[in-house]
């Protein structure tokens, strides 16, 4: 008992001597590890301080070898960073702000007969018209379409060409004001802003919207649009501000070869477009929509008078059920200057056109039956429409007849299947004529097969 009493007491002072030597040892150590710490801060000081003068030195040199301030460099790279949707490289490399785009567009192709005397059935190369939309920022965007019709400007076809229709920037400062400059698709009517191929029913486009509004009808100008909501509606307008007609206006084309006023106008006053539409909150079938359109200007060389231009519009479309309904009547007139020839000259020419108008009437049937939905290629809103249309057109308001398309009237009949919303397929048959004296007034009927999509 003894000896394990020794043992013990030896082990206990062993590890008292241990504890004490351990303790003594500490305030040392501490000591230590606090003068390495002090001397690695030091260290990275030091190497802050040099690396602050390597890059003072690297944009020094970058000065001297280009003339480039250094500030500048950081202020376009800042813009640049800033940008949403990043930049490009253009030609040398040069940076150049990019945007968020959607590229889109519509195609027509289709099969016409005519009995317009020298006409033969041909299959007609329409229209391939890329459409581009930009997202510049939150509040400013760019449209644009390109219209490339009968295989472009320099090909085979004697009309082919290749332009463009509108190219517009856009400021959306509220939804009341959106500001918008450049060549814009004029505010007249309902077809003009509606032109489409693959958007309408039938393949010939309304008489009125070719030789009264000649759709697509764009002029570089300023403008303004915007929607104001009311308990009874929603009222929308768009102005315009253009260069306006040229003082082409003939019997025969009507307003289409006025167009053209795109690099200089022919005189110092300027025509304003407008169109007011108002959509009631509650009407009395699906949908209805109601317009009226004016246009105010003046016509030819400013030396020549008083060519005053004025235009009135109305068009509405509306719903319900199966049922859509579109109407639109046009009309311009000139207030010509005094000593201008009369409509009528003595050797039985025709003198300048002092008025014209126009209107179409239509009517559609639209089936959705499922059984459509089982057909090939057709998707879930495939639909079978059945058209009548009512279209007639008056390109020189004091002459009955004075050319082939004056005081045309015509019926046309049509059916389109859409397999996809996107997609049509359109058959029709137009039965026209005019007063015109002879066979081109009397014989105007016109079969088309047409094909049309966006893509």
């Known amino acids: 008992m003894q000896s394990v009493g020794v043992r013990r007491g030896r082990w206990f002072g062993a590890a008292a001597l241990a504890l004490a030597l351990v303790l003594s040892a500490t ?24 690396q602050e003068r390597m890059r003072a030195e690297i944009d020094a040199l970058r000065e001297r070898a280009d003339g480039r301030p250094a500030a ?21 490399g040069v940076r150049r702000p990019g945007a968020k785009i959607v590229l889109g567009g519509y195609f027509s192709t289709r099969y ?34 390109i219209e490339i019709e009968h295989a472009g400007s320099g090909g085979p076809a004697e009309d082919g060409e290749i332009v463009v229709e509108y190219a517009e920037l856009s400021f959306d400062l509220d939804p009341r004001f959106t500001l918008k400059a450049g060549t814009m698709l004029i505010p007249f009517g309902h077809f003009n802003l509606n032109h489409d191929d693959p958007m309408n029913e039938l393949s010939e486009r309304p008489r009125v919207a070719r030789f009264v509004v000649p759709s697509a009808f764009g002029v570089p100008g300023v403008g303004a649009e915007g929607v104001f909501e009311t308990d009874s509606g929603m009222l929308s307008y768009y ?44 009407p009395l079938i699906d949908a209805l929509s109601v317009a009226i359109s004016g246009a105010m200007g003046r016509l ?48 039985g020419d025709l003198g300048p056109v002092r ?5 179409y009437a239509q009517l559609l049937y639209r089936l959705d039956a499922p059984w459509l939905s089982d057909l090939p290629i057709a998707e879930d809103n495939a639909t079978l429409a059945f058209v009548l249309r009512r279209d007639s057109v008056d390109l020189n308001d ?37 007063p015109f004296d002879g066979k081109e007034g009397r014989d105007r009927d016109f079969f088309a097969l047409e094909f049309a999509t966006y893509f």
């Not at 306006?244 to 307003?255: K, N, P, V």
């Not at 060389?301 to 509306?318: H, K, N, P, T, Y």
């Open 239 to 282: 102005l315009a501000l253009t260069n306006g007609f040229r003082d082409e206006f003939d019997s025969e084309t009507g307003t289409r070869d006025a167009r053209g006023l795109f690099e200089e106008d022919d005189n110092h006053d300027k025509t304003a477009f407008a169109r007011v539409a108002f959509v009631p909150t509650e």
């Open 72 to 92: 500048l460099e950081a202020a376009v790279a800042e813009v640049i960073a800033g940008m949403e949707s990043g930049s490009y490289a253009g030609p040398a």
């Open 398 to 434: 004091r002459v009955r007849g004075a050319a082939p398309q004056d005081d045309e009237t015509a019926w046309t009949i049509g059916i389109n299947y859409r397999p996809t919303a996107k997609t049509v397929v359109k058959i029709e048959y137009r039965f026209a004529e005019s």
């Open 355 to 359: 008025g014209l108008s126009g209107y």
């Open 27 to 50: 305030p040392a150590l501490a000591d230590d590890r606090d003068e390495k710490i002090e001397a690695l801060e030091h260290q990275v000081r030091e190497f802050r301080e040099e």
């Open 300 to 347: 030819g060389d400013s030396g020549r008078g008083s060519d005053r231009l004025r235009g009135f519009g109305i068009d509405a479309q509306g719903k319900h059920g199966p049922w859509e309904a579109m109407f639109e009547y046009d009309s311009f007139s000139i207030d010509r200057a005094s000593g201008t020839p009369p409509p009528v000259l003595p050797n």
């Open 112 to 145: 016409v007969s005519s009995q317009l005397p020298g006409k033969k059935s041909s299959f007609v190369d329409m229209r391939l018209v890329p459409q581009i939309h930009a997202d510049i920022s939150r509040n400013i965007h760019f449209d644009s379409e």
